[in-house]
């Protein structure tokens, strides 16, 4: 019997793991009864009860996991490393909150049995804010056209993944992993599913502008190389610019002596021009150096405090990378 392993971090989602972890196994209960199923549930040290409800699902069904973490490890590194926890002949990743409907493990289970090793669920349409949804396709547009790696536009993780490609993800050693990117980069024989993103079923989003920035800048440093060549050209544009005014300055001022006043505006603005360039591309190179340095760091993705059904080291508070 095939084996689907589901994914789903969760951090303060106290609300919705019972609920969630009811809706998918009636999908296999009822959808998909000639498989076997494991839910893994990998808690980014949430602060309200969501851990003790956890242990409850954990009790009551042994195909219900539970990993957690000694602190929150961030919004990419803890799914990543749940999803090389899995022991399914897939797996499929999902949000906590129902913004992920249930309803398509059936469909991506079937795409997978056509062939597919990698299926991603499109996010055409969405019940969230329609301003931030418009500011997310043009952030996928910008980055799909600047990036030397083809970008998957509206993909937000939520798919299934063969377990070649979990292996895959096992071997990368990337301490900083960018999934959606490296699904991009890496995968093959991929199948697109457009879905409609949902709201939130309970609670509050957990995303903010910092978080949503991080994101952005993530995606950014590790796929494009424009920002460092705008840098480069925007400097030599600059410089030449500079040179031309001041060489007009130069001439205007020899022959017009006594009638040509330049005064200290136009140097004060020309001062404060390049100062807000410089800082800009300052800032930007500093987010690449960032990225780099937390490579090279090499530490580990999540460190754990507890996991709950698994066959090794069951209950027991270890350190992985």
Request: aromatic fraction near 12%.
């Amino acid at each position: 019997m095939k084996k689907v392993s589901v994914v789903v971090p969760c951090w303060n989602e106290q609300e919705n793991v019972i609920p969630l972890t009811e809706a998918i196994v009636n999908q296999f209960q009822s959808n998909l009864p000639q498989y076997d199923y494991e839910i893994i549930f990998i808690d980014n040290c949430s602060q309200d009860t969501t851990r003790e409800k956890l242990i409850g699902l954990c009790v009551q069904n042994k195909k219900v996991k539970a990993i957690f973490n000694t602190k929150n490890f961030g919004q990419f590194n803890s799914p990543y490393y749940g999803l090389c926890q899995t022991a399914g002949d897939c797996t499929i990743s999902m949000s906590a909150d129902f913004q992920d409907p249930v309803e398509m493990i059936p469909k991506f289970v079937a795409q997978w049995e056509q062939g597919f090793k990698i299926v991603c669920a499109i996010k055409r349409t969405s019940k969230e804010n329609k301003l931030m949804y418009f500011l997310r396709s043009c952030y996928y547009k910008m980055i799909k056209k600047m990036s030397d790696v083809e970008q998957i536009e509206h993909f937000t993780g939520f798919g299934l993944y063969d377990k070649s490609f979990i292996q895959v993800l096992r071997d990368l050693d990337d301490s900083t992993p960018f999934l959606r990117g490296i699904v991009a980069e890496l995968g093959s024989e991929r199948k697109d599913i457009p879905y409609e993103q949902a709201k939130r079923r309970a609670g509050k989003t957990h995303n903010n502008w910092y978080t949503l920035y991080d994101g952005a800048m993530l995606s950014f440093t590790s796929y494009t190389k424009i920002g460092l060549r705008l840098a480069t050209i925007l400097g030599f544009v600059a410089s030449g610019i500079s040179m031309l005014v001041a060489l007009v300055y130069l001439v205007m001022k020899l022959i017009f002596w006594d009638r040509f006043i330049a005064g200290t505006a136009p140097i004060i603005i020309g001062v404060f021009f390049m100062g807000s360039i410089q800082l800009f591309f300052i800032g930007l190179l500093g987010e690449y150096i960032m990225n780099i340095n937390t490579r090279i760091m090499n530490r580990p993705l999540v460190i754990e405090e507890k996991r709950i059904n698994f066959d090794d080291n069951k209950d027991e508070a270890i350190e992985k990378q």
